[in-house]
């Protein structure tokens, strides 16, 4: 990796080299129980970078041509990216699975109806969340675990429409199509 790479925050955070603004490595938030997981709200940005700056964490870095090209090009950080989103799986009681011809399937685990009380409410501030995870993956180059996840996503806003709203909906649905 050239010398601006390893200079590169995520780049650095994701590679265990650095850690976030907050002074945590990437290894600690991936240990984080749940409770920690939704009540800390400034670690998101870290996990999941997008090239719009955060509203909600000023000191997030964004993506750049750079760092996308190096995600979709490193098997090493596509591998810790989906680290990070088994992580987020885990916490909403989803799970990634191989399916038939070694397709991916995101789906519910044993644990999604104790998860769910937990954030499929009206206007839950994981939707965002949920929005913020589609397009990263998508953006870094994990576009096929972005579509399974909208997958699963979409039969889950088929269950609970009311409490997940249109307007979630079309978040979620713009962000895996948005990019190529």
Known sequence: MSNSTKQNKILAFYLGQQP???GRAIEDIWSWDYQKLESVHNYIQWLFPLREKSRF???APTLN????KAFRTSEELRSRLFKSL?????FYGLECREGENAE???AKSEKYFLKKRQWIEKFNHNYLRLTRILTSLTELGLKNYALALFKCLDDIYNEDKKSIGL???TYWKNAVNSYK
């Open 20 to 22: 976030d603004s907050q």
């Open 57 to 59: 964490n000023s000191s």
């Open 65 to 68: 041509d750079e760092v996308i």
């Open 86 to 90: 088994k992580v987020m799986l885990a």
């Open 104 to 106: 991916i399937v995101i």
């Open 167 to 169: 307007e979630t909906y």
